[in-house]
């Protein structure tokens, strides 16, 4: 079956901090692993990763995966308020890209 | 250019009802997935529609079934409906390959809830 893990689940920190969510996943037939942020309910995207090694940034936050060790990480620099939200890591997989797993997202929550 | 919307925004129901949700994808896409959001939880793959056919399936029982119109529009349909039932039902849309998911776009989601 496939599964998505997140950690942690839940983080408090103050604005300026560095934080560092982990994904990790054991699927069939991996395609791409995606992070979302989810403030009140839509999930926004935030990235895509297909390759190892490369890292993606937008502004304060970058990724990374790493598809020998099944993990991708979502870095978040100079934290501010606004950054509080669920952040969920997905990865789609099967041959055909069959099926669409999310994990359990985690809670950080940015405080002044 | 409107993205993702999805109606009604909250639905209050019985246990044995039917409800029908629906989902307009953001212009340009042609690909709507659905996925059942419960409290604390990620959200779940229910299926997904391309084509106005049902292309994959997750994990969930007969009772959830979709359609796609020619519009690309799309409706979730739930019978019998049991109180586990009661979550955030999410829509996505994306415009990709057959089968595929590609990057998806997500609405407000319809807040279901089962007494």
């Known amino acids: 079956e496939d599964k998505v893990v997140q950690s942690p689940l839940s983080l408090v920190v103050h604005e300026g901090d560095t934080v560092t969510l982990n994904c990790s996943y054991e699927?069939?037939?991996?395609?791409?692993l995606l992070w979302y942020k989810q403030e009140k309910k839509a999930p926004t995207f935030l990235f895509m990763l297909?390759?190892?090694?490369i890292e993606k940034k937008s502004g304060r936050l970058s990724s990374i995966l790493d598809k020998k060790e099944l993990f991708s990480i979502l870095n978040i620099t100079a934290t501010q308020t606004g950054d509080s939200a669920i952040y969920l890591c997905?990865?789609?997989?099967?041959?055909?890209?069959?099926?669409?797993?999310f994990g359990p997202g985690t809670r950080l929550s940015v405080l002044p | 250019d409107a993205g993702v919307t999805q109606s009604p925004t909250h639905l209050i129901k019985t246990r044995g009802q039917q409800v029908t949700l629906r989902c307009s994808p953001k212009?340009?896409?042609?690909?709507v997935s659905w996925y059942q959001q419960a409290l604390g939880q990620g959200p779940q793959f229910i299926f997904q529609?391309?084509?106005?056919?049902?292309?994959q399936r997750g994990n969930f029982p007969d009772r959830f079934s979709g359609h796609q119109f020619p519009n690309y529009s799309s409706e979730l349909n739930v019978n019998a409906l049991l109180l586990g039932d009661s979550a955030l039902y999410l829509c996505?849309?994306?415009?990709?390959?057959?089968?595929?998911?590609?990057?998806?776009?997500f609405g407000a989601g319809t807040r279901l809830s089962v007494l």
């Open positions: 996505a849309s994306s415009l990709g390959s057959r089968g595929q998911f590609g990057i998806q776009y």
């Open positions: 699927v069939t037939n991996f395609r791409s």
């Open positions: 297909t390759s190892s090694g």
């Open positions: 997905a990865v789609e997989a099967g041959n055909y890209g069959q099926n669409f797993v």
């Open positions: 212009s340009g896409h042609d690909t």
């Open positions: 529609y391309y084509e106005e056919e049902e292309r």
